[in-house]
């Protein structure tokens, strides 16, 4: 039962905290000026914690590396990405590149 009270404790202040910097954000988004080496600096900032999130999401569940398949599936996904596919044709293939290279026993 604790382990459920946390949980909710756990979402709760994510959302509050969530709330509070979108509120922020409206409030102070007329009043804060930055310049354009701040923006593209923050720009920048948020890009490469969004790829670090994506990159250790791909290498690993959990604590244990999430094998090549995974990491093969990812990759092509990058890659049609890069060649402009639709993103529905892009998920579902890395998807199936990634079923096909486990079904193979590459895992």
């Keep these: 039962?604790?382990?459920?009270?946390?949980?909710?404790g756990g979402i709760a202040i994510l959302s509050a905290g969530t709330y509070l910097m979108r509120l922020g954000g409206a409030k102070l988004g007329?009043?804060?000026?930055l310049s354009e080496r701040a923006?593209?600096?923050l720009s920048?900032?948020?890009?490469t914690l969004l790829f670090?999130?994506?990159?250790?999401?791909?290498?690993?569940e959990g604590d244990h590396f999430a094998g090549m398949a995974r990491v093969c599936g990812v990759l092509f996904a990058l890659f049609l990405a890069w060649r402009k596919m639709p993103l529905i044709v892009v998920i579902l293939s890395a998807a199936v590149v990634t079923a096909l290279l486990r079904l193979a026993g590459l895992h």
Aim: net charge neutral; proline share 0%; charged share 5%.
């Design 30 to 33: 007329g009043r804060l000026a």
């Design 52 to 60: 670090a999130v994506a990159l250790a999401a791909m290498l690993y």
């Design 44 to 47: 920048d900032a948020a890009t």
């Design 1 to 8: 039962m604790a382990s459920v009270a946390l949980t909710l």
């Design 39 to 41: 923006q593209g600096l």
